[in-house]
């Protein structure tokens, strides 16, 4: 797969965000030939390197679809668009519905109008909801507890009934959580507000926040606090290429799979692990517990491992917090220079 003719033109939605950017990244850095669409809500332009096609715009606009996968030959799709806060889900569910499944649905229907033929879909393990067992496998019952997951399951269902439909196969990987920034340093999660733990905390460790909240500390786990499986998110972008160069050779199938290290970690572990790396000790905050936040998620691997060549290659928790503290000290440099902006 890496001769060049087998690298056929991607469009990338949600390029400009945080794991669509490593991807973008890493598709160019295997020779691909890239085009991304972000309408930049949440995205950023300069997220998007240079040799990459770049166009603001919608993923529901069918019209600006067209042209760009006709402009371009696009004969792969790789979609990371959407909104992933889960409280805001409950919030506001309607939102996610519209971004999450009613624009996933547009952005299909331009896939087969225009003979798109490999679709990967950027999904979670949101979908499984609070598992029954653990280590979850790709065929645990899917139930989700909140409307994000349930966003992303009736867009990998859409995927799964268009393609028993239309000569097009699809690749939907569930993310487990996603933490770290490119290594070289040319991108990494730099939007405002995050919730995401690592992120939060290297935050703290570098004085963007005074303190460090650990949502309950009752759960069913050896030290009271949630247990997730922390992937790094450059190993989850090498996933990607992976299942694409699987779509491709292999057109017949399309696959689910989990992305995860199958190994978890407790919140108070991973604050221990920044305390490690920093030097520093984080003020810790114990606050009552999330509703629907379950004891323990983390994927069992066997599937993604026997499917794709991949295999991971930063799968240390100290490696993930390093990476994404180094990015979270260069983002605070560059919000010190002369214009204040990231960029």
Not at 194 to 221: F, M, N, Q, W
Not at 236 to 264: M, Q, V, W
Not at 279 to 300: F, I, M, Q, S
Request: hydrophobic share 40%.
């Amino acid at each position: 797969m890496s001769e060049r003719r087998n690298k056929v033109p991607v469009l990338v939605t949600g390029g400009g965000g945080y794991i669509g950017s490593h991807a973008v990244l890493a598709l160019l850095d295997a020779g691909w030939p890239v085009v991304v669409v972000d309408n930049l809500t949440t995205g950023f332009r300069w997220a998007v390197p240079d040799a990459a096609v770049f166009v603001e715009g919608d993923i529901a606009d069918q019209p600006l679809l067209a042209r760009l996968i006709e402009k371009h030959g696009i004969q792969a799709i790789i979609h990371f668009a959407g909104s992933i806060i889960v409280p805001e889900s409950v919030e506001n569910p309607l939102k996610y519905y519209e971004n999450n499944t009613v624009k996933s649905r547009s952005l299909i229907e331009s896939a087969v109008k225009g003979g798109v033929r490999h679709f990967i879909f950027s999904s979670t393990a949101a979908t499984y909801g609070i598992p029954e067992q653990v280590p979850v496998r790709e065929d645990a019952r899917t139930q989700p507890i909140n409307p994000y997951g349930w966003s992303k399951l009736m867009t990998e269902r859409m995927l799964a009934d268009t393609a028993a439909a239309h000569p097009m196969n699809f690749c939907a990987l569930r993310y487990f959580n996603v933490a770290g920034a490119d290594p070289k340093g040319r991108s990494g999660q730099s939007t405002a507000g995050a919730t995401h733990l690592i992120k939060v905390a290297v935050e703290a460790a570098i004085g963007k926040r005074g303190h460090v909240s650990v949502y309950g500390t009752d759960y069913d786990t050896p030290d009271g606090t949630g247990v997730r499986d922390y992937i790094h998110v450059s190993d989850l972008a090498a996933a990607h290429i992976n299942a694409l160069e699987k779509l491709i050779a292999d057109p017949g199938t399309s696959h689910t799979l989990n992305c995860g290290y199958g190994r978890g970690f407790s919140v108070l572990e991973v604050l221990d692990a920044v305390d490690r790396v920093t030097n520093l000790k984080l003020d810790r905050r114990l606050e009552p517990r999330r509703p629907g936040d379950p004891d323990a998620l983390v994927a069992d691997n066997g599937r993604i491992l026997g499917t794709l060549p991949w295999r991971p290659r930063r799968d240390d928790l100290d490696m993930i917090v390093a990476d994404a503290l180094a990015w979270e000290r260069r983002l605070a440099e560059r919000d010190r220079g002369p214009s204040g902006a990231a960029g």
